[in-house]
């Protein structure tokens, strides 16, 4: 593995802060007494960035004996990853001005907020077109793959949001139910994508059918199955389906509706669900850079 | 203005591994760091099966996808069409070694740049021939000026109908007799 773990980590956090900002901008609006959330939101994300961006650094060997040279990754245009230190660069600035200004109590300005939800969706898409432009593994050369990016950066940053949300104050989570449907219908577009993906490349490319059948069947197929797909993937699908059902009866009862108000049953599915969901973003890309079977060229 | 390439003759390459040698003592590697890998494939059915040795090192692409995807510009291509690394720019990022499509490139762990063959530049630009070419015991190796059909390369390109190793993944500047 030429990117290992940290690379694996930091892919993770850019799309999980990316995925944390734009749910506290929805949450600003949809939600606008679901306070937590939207101040959950906008700390972790710039400090989850933030984190990224150190294990980057600490993976550039050669940079982080001479942190100078690091100017030098704003220079080349015909770069992915130039485009994507730009992206990044603004997008944390945005960030960190709106997490201050969350803190000082400040208003936020709107236009300022709508340019960090479109830096926010550059850098998810960003980090799988790092990887998707790679010609030389044909895994990740596929369109497809930042679209999976982008929907798990967002599933992942709902999650972040919302364990850190529910740990602050229980209750604020049963308010937020649209969050929730669109967290459970996030899940079911990763599942689809990922097959997806799995079929096209892998009946179009021999290398990237090895890849596949190493994650399907071969070396990493206990982490796929059992880590991405179980986890990851269909535990918290089926919770989240069985909560938002739940909420539904709920909300049927003058009783129910005041079980719901006052938060008073219990907030475990939520932190399993939202740990598991993180915990599948995180293998998702691991996964990803550990089966990267390069072109034979032989 | 010459734009270097390299012929190697897997026929006549028998193994020896003199060429990764020479080039190890050339850029003062390490012996377990090389820029040049052997890989062995068998080809035909028994009994009419033949066992190549094929040298692999950076193949000089012309639109080389490690020059286009290093950020900082530490990667570039020469006048002469040499690839090489400006060891002062490169930060270790890896996106070049995750680009290459013939794992030629290594990272060197004492300084974290990222290295690779360089066609000897040093020695190219003195008018001398690469270390591995000057070394090579059965002569598998010629190097020079691909721009002139003059050249020695030029014309064992065309005599043997030299090919690169994949010309689908882009134009390289050595080619192979198989
Ligand atoms: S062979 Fe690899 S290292 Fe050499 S020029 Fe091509 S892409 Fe770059
Ligand atoms: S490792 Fe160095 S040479 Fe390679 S892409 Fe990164 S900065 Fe460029």
Wanted: glycine share 6%.
């Amino acid at each position: 593995m030429v990117w290992g773990t940290i690379i694996a980590a930091y892919l993770f956090l850019a799309g999980l802060s990316a995925g944390a900002f734009l749910t506290s901008s929805y949450a600003a609006r949809k939600y606008p007494d679901a306070k937590i959330v939207r101040i959950v939101g906008r700390l972790i994300s710039p400090i989850l960035m933030g984190i990224g961006l150190l294990l980057l650094i600490v993976d550039a060997e050669a940079g982080l004996k001479d942190p100078l040279r690091f100017i030098y990754l704003f220079t080349n245009f015909s770069s992915v990853m130039t485009i994507g230190t730009y992206f990044i660069s603004f997008f944390m600035m945005a960030a960190a001005y709106i997490a201050l200004m969350e803190l000082l109590k400040k208003d936020i300005n709107k236009m300022l907020e709508y340019v960090g939800i479109v830096l926010a969706v550059a850098t998810a898409i960003y980090t799988g077109f790092l990887i998707g432009v790679i010609g030389a593994v044909p895994l990740w050369n596929t369109a497809i793959l930042p679209i999976l990016f982008v929907v798990s950066a967002f599933s992942t940053g709902i999650a972040g949001t919302m364990l850190v949300s529910a740990f602050v104050d229980k209750k604020v989570i049963h308010h937020v139910i649209s969050i929730k449907k669109f967290h459970l219908t996030l899940l079911i577009s990763e599942v689809f994508l990922i097959f997806t993906m799995f079929l096209i490349t892998s009946s179009t490319n021999e290398s990237a059918a090895q890849s596949v059948s190493m994650l399907l069947s071969g070396e990493y197929s206990g982490l796929f199955w059992l880590g991405l797909v179980v986890v990851g993937l269909i535990v918290p699908i089926a919770i989240e389906a069985l909560e938002l059902w739940n909420a539904k009866k709920l909300h049927q009862t003058p009783a129910g509706l005041e079980v719901a108000a006052s938060g008073s049953h219990g907030i475990a599915a939520t932190m399993i669900t939202e740990s598991a969901v993180l915990a599948g973003g995180f293998i998702l890309r691991y996964l990803l850079l550990a089966a990267a079977v390069p072109v034979i060229f032989i | 203005m010459a734009r270097y390439g390299m012929v190697i003759d897997t026929r006549k390459c028998v193994g020896c591994y003199a060429c990764r040698v020479s080039c190890q003592m050339q850029n003062e590697l390490p012996v377990e760091e090389s820029y040049i890998k052997f890989y062995e494939k068998e080809t035909g059915v028994f009994p009419n099966v033949k066992n190549e040795i094929i040298p692999v090192q950076c193949q000089h692409c012309e639109d080389a996808p490690c020059v286009s995807v290093c950020p900082t510009k530490a990667t570039y291509t020469t006048k002469e069409g040499i690839v090489l690394v400006d060891a002062d720019k490169c930060i270790g990022c890896k996106y070049c070694m995750v680009a290459c499509h013939y794992g030629a490139r290594t990272q060197d762990h004492n300084t974290g740049v990222v290295e690779k063959c360089r066609f000897c530049a040093e020695l190219v630009a003195e008018g001398k021939q690469p270390a591995c070419v000057s070394t090579c015991i059965s002569n598998a190796r010629i190097f020079g000026d691909l721009d002139d059909p003059n050249s020695e390369v030029s014309k064992a390109i065309v005599k043997m109908n030299a090919q690169p190793l994949r010309p689908d993944l882009g134009k390289a500047k050595i080619y192979y007799v198989r």
